[in-house]
Structure formats: structure tokens, C-alpha cells
Nanobody
Framework: QVQLVESGGGSVQAGGSLRLSCAAS?????QAWFRQAPGKEREFVAQ???????TYADSVKGRFTISGDNAKKTVYLQMNSLKPEDTAVYYC????????????WGQGTQVTVSP
């Protein structure tokens, strides 16, 4: 059982930056950030594996960077050039070791971007 705790959310103006953190209580294989805006379905944002391989949603490529610190068991999401459409609750998710399903989820952290 792995617990995930997100932090770093807040309110910024368009064009600003924010860094989210997700601390895991145990090892994970893949870890990702998802987000969900009011009235919309949850969407994938970025993913990182324990080896450092990353993938991004097209909507955030070039603006967001996901990184990880295996020693600290923490994953980060650096968000630059934020847009109002980035406003959402951001969730950290992780798979079990060698797993494919998003078995673990954090409580979420609110990100609000003002125009």
C-alpha cells in the first residue's frame, strides 16, 4: 500500500509558474499527474517511470516538466507559462511495481490560473 500526498497548488496569474510535488510512502513503477476541471472528465497530464522516461499530454508539452527523485520518492511537476485552461484539481497517481493500472491516488491539489 502506497500513499501519495500532493502539495504546491495555489493561485497564479496567466503566464506564471507553479511547482507541484507528490510524495510517495513507498516505491512506485510509474507515476503521473492527472487533472480534472469542473464539469470535465479527468485527463492525463504527464507521466514518469522510475527510470526517468517521460510522456506528456499535447496540451502541456513545452510548458510542463515532470521529474522525479527516487531517493526521496517524490515526483514533481514544474508548470510554466500557465494558462487559465490549466485550472483544475491536479492529482498524483502511481502504479504498483511493474503494474499498469493507476492503483494509487493522492487527494488532489487545486491549481487556479487567473487571466
Amino acid at each position: 500500500q502506497v500513499q501519495l500526498v500532493e502539495s504546491g497548488g495555489g493561485s497564479v496569474q496567466a503566464g506564471g509558474s507553479l511547482r507541484l510535488s507528490c510524495a510517495a510512502s513507498g516505491p512506485t513503477f510509474r507515476q503521473a499527474w492527472f487533472r480534472q476541471a469542473p464539469g470535465k472528465e479527468r485527463e492525463f497530464v504527464a507521466q514518469i517511470t522510475w527510470t526517468g522516461d517521460t510522456t506528456y499530454a499535447d496540451s502541456v508539452k513545452g510548458r510542463f516538466t515532470i521529474s522525479g527523485d527516487n531517493a526521496k520518492k517524490t515526483v514533481y511537476l514544474q508548470m510554466n507559462s500557465l494558462k487559465p485552461e490549466d485550472t483544475a484539481v491536479y492529482y498524483c497517481a502511481a502504479t504498483r511495481w511493474l503494474g499498469t493500472n493507476w492503483d494509487y491516488w493522492g487527494q488532489g491539489t487545486q491549481v487556479t490560473v487567473s487571466p
